[in-house]
T-cell receptor
Framework: NAGVTQTPKFQVLKTGQSMTLQCAQD?????MSWYRQDPGMGLRLIHY???????DQGEVPNGYNVSRSTTEDFPLRLLSAAPSQTSVYFC?????????????FGNGTRLTVT | GQQVMQIPQYQHVQEGEDFTTYCNSS?????IQWYKQRPGGHPVFLIQ?????EVKKQKRLTFQFGEAKKNSSLHITATQTTDVGTYFC????????????FGAGTRLTVKP
């Protein structure tokens, strides 16, 4: 099993550009989520999904869209990139709803917006 | 909203010394999880604590959950260079178990 796979690993965007960060998991996990990691701020939840067709907002959702058409995939879309969105983005999944199981993280996408 | 505070932000130790990081929540937690992130890597799950006053050990690592379930600690005995990394605690929001909030992390460096 590959676990949680994120692409691309690195990306540079100009202000105003849009892009999609891909996340796929092969563990049949119901729950998937996106976090951003900034120095000194830990990991902040952007959006999450508890199953196909269901998404919800986390702590810092503005400027990002998500969709969950399949159990395996949970892409994160930046609509109009801003320098404040420069960060490392992690996708994470877990086996069920609720907080009782561990999160499995992908390797991350390092995004720079100039 | 819930705040998960973690201290210290940085800790530099000599190999063989002990290390402790502390996590405090503004609200009671149903459970708390601990993760380790190696430099350049991704967070990896270490353990989950659920019960009030719970203590769990993993070799040289000891995890505690406070009696009020609002604080937790991770203690490493006799640190090794392999312990280098950032340690995060995480707990669910009171009204939404699907919203996990992470502390800012404690970055541990170990001098051989």
């Amino acid at each position: 099993n590959a676990g949680v796979t994120q692409t691309p690993k690195f990306q540079v965007l100009k202000t105003g550009q849009s892009m999609t960060l891909q996340c796929a998991q092969d563990m049949n996990h119901e729950y998937m989520s996106w976090y951003r990691q900034d120095p000194g701020m830990g990991l902040r939840l952007i959006h999450y999904s508890v199953g196909a067709g269901i998404t919800d907002q986390g702590e810092v959702p503005n400027g990002y869209n998500v969709s969950r058409s399949t159990t395996e995939d949970f892409p994160l879309r930046l609509l109009s990139a801003a320098p404040s969105q420069t960060s490392v983005y992690f996708c994470a999944s877990r086996i069920g709803q609720g907080a009782g199981s561990p999160l499995h993280f992908g390797n991350g996408t390092r995004l720079t917006v100039t | 909203g819930q705040q998960v505070m973690q201290i210290p932000q940085y800790q530099h130790v000599q190999e063989g010394e002990d290390f402790t990081t502390y996590c405090n929540s503004s609200t009671t937690l149903s459970n708390i999880q601990w993760y380790k992130q190696r430099p350049g890597g991704h967070p990896v799950f270490l353990i989950q604590l659920v019960k009030s006053g719970e203590v769990k050990k993993q070799k040289r690592l000891t995890f505690q959950f406070g009696e009020a379930k609002k604080n937790s600690s991770l203690h490493i005995t006799a640190t090794q260079t392999t312990d280098v990394g950032t340690y995060f605690c995480a707990g669910p929001m009171p009204a939404n178990n699907n919203d996990m909030r992470f502390g800012a992390g404690t970055r541990l460096t170990v001098k051989p």
